[in-house]
């Protein structure tokens, strides 16, 4: 059973970066699998943020491209997010999730999620 | 980019009713790249259904997708105390690489 848990500051400063670490159990990232970050601010729907494969590929949700950084650690077995020049409108909570792709049963969907961490951008 | 539109935005049942969630997709997709997620408050959403027809791991059988081309539905057969939630729709798109939910449909008690 494959478990996500992320980790990182709960409040940050407007115009600054967040970085959020997400650990693996259960399996490698190094697996087939994709490794993805998602939000969803209170109240409101989901948002895809990132994914990146052990291959080194990488994907990014176009309207925040310019603002994330998405990388692994094989050897600690985690994943990260960067996400620069914040603003309230980034306050949310981030989710870490396992995706597939054509080679994966579950196809082009996230079959297992972290529990969630609160992140808010203010002053 | 591919814009998903859920409806209705609420649907009120009582336990024991069916319920039939809509999900239409501004573009035409392969059906592998549909998936069903539900969200109780205070969790991570959690994947139902795949490839639009497929249920996940101990999702029971009263959950079925259907659907293709633009047009997708999640039907869930009987409804249980438990079922009451908020449902999305996703959908993987080549054009950009990227992925797309819906706004959601909040299943509530009658």
């Known amino acids: 059973q494959v478990q996500l848990q992320e980790s990182g500051p709960g409040l940050v400063k407007p115009s600054g970066t967040l970085s959020l670490t997400c650990g693996v159990s259960g399996d490698s990232i190094s697996s087939r699998y994709w490794w993805n970050w998602l939000r969803q601010p209170p109240g409101k729907g989901l948002e895809w943020i990132a994914e990146?494969?052990?291959?080194?590929?990488?994907g990014y949700n176009p309207s925040l491209k310019s603002r994330v950084t998405i990388s692994a650690d094989k050897s600690q077995n985690q994943f990260s997010l960067d996400l620069s020049s914040l603003t309230a409108a980034d306050t949310a909570v981030y989710y870490c999730?396992?995706?597939?792709?054509?080679?994966?049963?579950?196809?082009?969907?996230?079959?297992?999620w972290g529990q969630g961490t609160l992140v808010t951008v203010s002053s | 980019e591919i814009v998903l539109t859920q409806s209705p935005g609420t649907l009120s049942l009582s336990p024991g009713e069916r319920a039939t969630l809509s999900c239409r997709s501004s573009?035409?997709?392969?059906?592998?790249?549909l998936a069903w997620y539900q969200q109780k408050p205070g969790q991570a959403p959690r994947l139902l259904i795949y490839?639009?027809?497929s249920r996940a791991t101990g999702i029971p059988d009263r959950f079925s997708g259907s659907g293709s081309g633009t047009d997708f539905t999640l039907t869930i057969s009987r409804l249980e105390p438990e079922d009451f939630a908020v449902y999305y729709c996703?959908?993987?798109?080549?054009?950009?690489?990227?992925?797309?939910f819906g706004q959601g449909t909040k299943l509530e008690i009658k």
């Open positions: 996703q959908q993987y798109g080549n054009s950009p690489p990227m992925y797309t």
């Open positions: 490839a639009a027809s």
């Open positions: 999730a396992r995706g597939g792709g054509y080679d994966v049963l579950t196809g082009y969907s996230f079959d297992s």
């Open positions: 990146i494969h052990h291959s080194g590929s990488t």
């Open positions: 573009q035409n997709g392969n059906t592998r790249y």
